[in-house]
T-cell receptor
Framework: DVKVTQSSRYLVKRTGEKVFLECVQD?????MFWYRQDPGLGLRLIYF???????EKGDIPEGYSVSREKKERFSLILESASTNQTSMYLC????????????FGEGSRLTVL | GEDVEQSLFLSVREGDSSVINCTYT??????LYWYKQEPGAGLQLLTY?????DMKQDQRLTVLLNKKDKHLSLRIADTQTGDSAIYFC????????????FGTGTRLKVLA
């Protein structure tokens, strides 16, 4: 069974803390994504990666960075968390192809106090 | 820029049909997608339609695409309580970029 695993389901952090969100996929997918989900706004793309060490900004990259040192792992980093980064974060992966199905993790709910 | 719009809520009675609507602004999409998100879970692909098709049927699901009006709909026949979820339509405005645009999501509530 294909799987995208996000290491933390729930996190509570303080303003200014550095936050790491980890995502691992076991499908040997080339592409990995980080989305942010907020009520009434749907999913917004933060960053995606199409290969190891390659990354591309999405629609809302400000305040975030990413790291992809290994094919199966894609990390989202909040250098200095702020309250407006309180949200649900979803990781996804896909393989290259014409109809690119995204496989999602269960999400990491981050609260910044 | 590209935009995908959906109504936020839909409530139906068990056994009725549900129709979830989506409008999009881009006209060069190759595929349009429907994803389902159950409570506490990530999104899961429900179905997709190739842009040169008008309709796709898959068991209880029917997808209709009106390219002229840039309108996509998902019909669920014989809606069950297990269909209660958030449904997202998604578009990949420029094929091969993997920059999918998701709608706001429609929360479907099925009443017993």
């Amino acid at each position: 069974d294909v799987k995208v695993t996000q290491s933390s389901r729930y996190l509570v952090k303080r303003t200014g803390e550095k936050v790491f969100l980890e995502c691992v996929q076991d499908m040997d997918h080339e592409n990995m994504f980080w989305y942010r989900q907020d009520p009434g706004l749907g999913l917004r793309l933060i960053y995606f990666s199409y290969d190891v060490k390659m990354k591309e900004k999405g629609d809302i990259p400000e305040g975030y960075s990413v790291s992809r040192e290994k094919k199966e792992r894609f990390s989202l980093i909040l250098e200095s968390a702020s309250t407006n980064q309180t949200s649900m974060y979803l990781c996804a992966s896909s393989t290259r192809g014409l109809a690119g199905e995204l496989f999602f993790g269960e999400g990491s709910r981050l609260t910044v106090l | 820029g590209e935009d995908v719009e959906q109504s936020l809520f839909l409530s139906v009675r068990e056994g009725d049909s549900s129709v979830i609507n989506c409008t999009y602004t881009d006209s060069s999409s190759t595929y349009l997608y429907w994803y389902k998100q159950e409570p506490g879970a990530g999104l899961q692909l429900l179905t997709y339609i190739f842009s040169n098709m008008d309709m796709k049927q898959d068991q209880r699901l029917t997808v209709l695409l009106n390219k002229k009006d840039k309108h996509l709909s998902l019909r669920i026949a014989d809606t069950q309580t297990g269909d209660s979820a958030i449904y997202f339509c998604a578009d990949e405005p420029t094929s091969g970029t993997y920059k999918y645009i998701f709608g706001t999501g429609t929360r479907l509530k099925v009443l017993a």
